[in-house]
């Protein structure tokens, strides 16, 4: 069971990383510079959904630690 449980983790940490470096780059550091004159951007369509992925997947993998730790 110990074993499946990293194992999962580990899976669960590689498509949270992918997933963080899809989202769309240069956003709030460029703003804070000067750059990019929207005061505020919303997510759109597969953005939004690859936002929203990142975090149910953040919460798996706490869950996950969490379990790990019990065990």
Known sequence: MN???LISQGIVSIVIIVLILLQ???TALGSA???GGEVYSTRR???KKILILTIILVVVFILLSLANLTN
Do not use: D, N, V
Request: net charge positive; proline share 0%; no cysteine.
């Open 24 to 26: 769309q780059r240069g």
């Open 3 to 5: 074993k499946i449980l």
């Open 33 to 35: 510079f000067g750059g």
């Open 45 to 47: 369509g597969a953005q």
